[in-house]
Each structure stands twice: as structure tokens, then as C-alpha cells.
């Protein structure tokens, strides 16, 4: 009897890192999606990136159900409840990623909208592509429970920070020269403030990782601290 009731908690466990993988996928194709909106001003692509929102909504609240179902039915300790409490921290993450994926669609509508920006589109493109590349890592390595690849994306994070201030001292440039295009430049420059926002959900999931792996908790915490706890474990 004892046997059986560990397989289907161990059913359990399984079946909620499967939600979460599919709710990052999800999400991952959405910041995908938005960025190559805003550069292209794909306005259709912008409003699938809207529709989609609601589905990522329903699986954040989907699997907040799941964990207190598991927390109040199944009362997990040490490692297994480690893993329940990340994944209700991992979800809130993601779902707040999707929120920024629709501001950057919603910048996209209005380029569409107001006519293109003078620049700022290569800023979207290269912190998109690096921020695209964190959210796959971190999936990858809750997926691998991989505490390693973890604080690779931490130490990312710090990349995507330094491009957010020297794309913001482009934006500057731009509204400087021009200011007739001001309105413009400032969908460019909030939809780089929500790609920096996506990479420091994924520093937050990435933090969620080592913590189910190792026990540490190393939020509010420097990458060289983290780097330090690791290496003694």
C-alpha cells in the first residue's frame, strides 16, 4: 500500500514538471514570437502573441491548483516539497514573463499603428536574441535539474543588464536627433525595459532551480556568492 501511494506521488512530482516545461515552452515561442513582431512590425503576429496570453493565465492557475492539492493531500518534506514550492515560485515567473511578451506585442500594434521607429531595432534584436537563449537554458536545466547550468543563466543576466543601459543611451541618441519621433522611440525603448524584464525572470527561475537542487536559497544574492556556495557543495 505504502509502495503504491510513493508511485502515485512520484506520479504527481512528474506530472507538475511536465506542466511546467509545456507552460515554458509556451512562453518561450510567445517572447519568440514578440520580439520578431516588434522588429518585423508584424502586427498579426503581434495580436497571435494577445491570444495566446489567455491559454499561459490558465496554466498558471491550473498548476497553482495542482501544488496545494499535492501540499494539503501528499505533505512532502525535504526534497519533494522543495519541488512543489519551486514550481508555484517558477510558474508566477513564467506567467510574468508571458505579461511582458504582450507589451512587447503591444508595442508592436502601435509601431504598426504610428509608423516605424528610426532605430532601436538592432537593440531589439540582439538583447532579444539573448534573453530568447536564457529562457531555453533555464527550461533546459530545470528540466535536467541542473544546478550548473542554472548559474549560467544568472551570470547571463548580468550581460543583458549592460546592453539594457548602452541600448538605453542609443534611444537617447535617437530621440535626440529626431524628436518629432519621440512617441515612436519610447514603444522601442518599453519594449527593451520588458526584455530586460523577461531575463530577470529567468535569473528568478534560475535561482528557483538551485535552490530545488542543492537546498540553497541565493535570492537577493551576487553571482560570485552563488558561484562560491556551489563550489563547496
Known amino acids: 500500500m505504502e509502495r503504491h501511494i510513493s508511485q502515485r506521488f512520484d506520479s504527481d512530482l512528474e506530472a507538475l514538471k511536465s506542466q511546467v516545461l509545456e507552460m515554458g515552452g509556451i512562453v518561450e515561442?510567445?517572447?519568440?514570437?514578440?520580439?520578431?513582431a516588434i522588429e518585423s512590425v508584424n502586427r498579426p503576429l503581434a495580436e497571435h502573441v494577445l491570444e495566446v496570453e489567455n491559454d499561459v493565465d490558465r496554466r498558471e492557475v491550473l498548476l497553482d491548483e495542482n501544488c496545494t492539492m499535492i501540499l494539503a493531500c501528499r505533505q512532502p518534506a525535504a526534497s519533494d516539497l522543495r519541488m512543489v514550492l519551486s514550481v508555484t515560485k517558477m510558474t508566477r515567473d513564467l506567467e510574468r514573463m508571458g505579461d511582458e511578451a504582450q507589451k512587447i506585442a503591444q508595442m508592436a500594434i502601435a509601431l504598426s499603428d504610428d509608423g516605424a521607429a528610426p532605430g532601436g531595432y538592432e537593440e531589439i534584436r540582439h538583447m532579444g536574441a539573448l534573453v530568447q537563449k536564457m529562457v531555453n537554458s533555464v527550461l533546459d536545466a530545470f528540466a535536467r535539474f541542473d544546478a550548473d547550468k542554472a548559474l549560467d543563466v544568472a551570470r547571463a543576466d548580468t550581460q543583458v543588464d549592460r546592453e539594457y543601459k548602452s541600448a538605453m543611451r542609443e534611444i537617447v541618441t535617437y530621440m535626440m536627433e529626431d524628436p518629432r519621433s519621440i512617441g515612436r522611440v519610447m514603444n522601442i525603448l518599453?519594449?527593451?525595459?520588458?526584455?530586460?524584464?523577461?531575463?530577470?525572470?529567468?535569473?528568478?527561475?534560475?535561482?528557483?532551480?538551485?535552490?530545488?537542487?542543492?537546498?540553497?536559497?541565493?535570492?537577493?544574492t551576487s553571482v560570485h556568492e552563488i558561484e562560491k556556495r556551489l563550489n563547496k557543495s
Do not use: F, P, T
Open 190 to 220: 518599453w519594449a527593451l525595459r520588458s526584455i530586460e524584464r523577461i531575463g530577470d525572470h529567468a535569473r528568478n527561475i534560475a535561482e528557483h532551480i538551485i535552490y530545488l537542487v542543492k537546498g540553497y536559497d541565493v535570492r537577493h
Open 29 to 36: 515561442q510567445q517572447i519568440i514570437d514578440s520580439v520578431k
